[in-house]
């Protein structure tokens, strides 16, 4: 069985400032992690993932997230956030190629101050 | 076309009442799921739809009743539910399974009376 704990379910922060949103698995299998963020009443979007490889790994609009064996951690990160990064954030985990389930955490809501 | 289209986008029902929610996709993917999130909770996963045949179905009450018709359109049809079912009714799509990116609709937000 595979889990996922973020540890803030809230984080303020200031325009332009570097944020973390921090996310910690559990599995006893293979892992699979990913990163949804689901804007004001719409559905959830894939912000990046790790399946294998490098363990960096990079979204389009400036996020990135590191994938940590040995600290069973995936956190997200920005270096710079805007007003429309305002959302709620979901890691979520899949333990088995070829499975259709995720298990999400319970989110973090990251607010933009400006 | 990456979009997974949901109708309607509101529905009010009364407990007696049966209604349907509507889900169509378009990028030729095969795997399709419905998904309950309530205010301030991760989505959980009702059922999943893999090639037409209902692949999982995660203990859901048998008020829920869904259907895939064909490839492209998922129903989830709705009879005597309970006021604890109201919540925003999530439909998604992948190429295979979870592994792949699932893209999701906006969402039916149902609202029991």
């Known amino acids: 069985a595979q889990s996922v704990t973020q540890l803030d379910s809230q984080v303020p922060v200031f325009e332009e400032a570097p944020v973390e949103l921090r996310c910690n698995y559990s599995?006893?299998?293979?892992?699979?992690l990913f990163w949804y963020v689901q804007y004001p009443n719409q559905g959830l979007q894939l912000l990046l993932k790790?399946?294998?490889?490098?363990?960096l790994v990079e979204s389009i609009n400036g996020f990135e997230a590191e994938f940590n064996k040995s600290q069973t951690s995936f956190h997200l990160r920005k270096p710079s956030v805007h007003i429309s990064d305002t959302a709620e954030y979901f890691c979520?985990?899949?333990?088995?190629?070829?499975?259709?389930?995720?298990?999400f955490g319970k989110g973090t809501k990251l607010s933009v101050i400006p | 076309d990456t979009e997974v289209t949901q109708t309607p986008k509101h529905l009010v029902m009364g407990m007696t009442n049966k209604k349907s929610l509507k889900c169509e996709q378009h990028?030729?993917?095969?795997?399709m799921y419905w998904y309950k999130q309530k205010a301030k909770k991760p989505p959980e996963l009702m059922f999943v739809?893999?090639?037409?045949?209902?692949?999982i179905n995660e203990s859901v009450p048998s008020r829920f009743s869904p259907e895939c018709p064909n490839s492209s359109l998922l129903n989830l049809h709705l009879h005597a539910l309970q006021p604890e079912d109201s919540a925003l009714y999530l439909c998604?799509?992948?190429?295979?399974?979870?592994?792949?990116?699932?893209?999701f609709g906006e969402g039916s937000w149902l609202t029991v009376v």
């Open positions: 998604a799509s992948s190429q295979r399974g979870a592994l792949d990116t699932i893209y």
């Open positions: 599995s006893s299998v293979s892992v699979y």
């Open positions: 979520a985990v899949s333990g088995r190629a070829g499975s259709y389930q995720l298990t």
């Open positions: 790790y399946l294998s490889g490098s363990t």
């Open positions: 990028m030729g993917h095969r795997a």
């Open positions: 739809y893999s090639y037409e045949k209902l692949s």
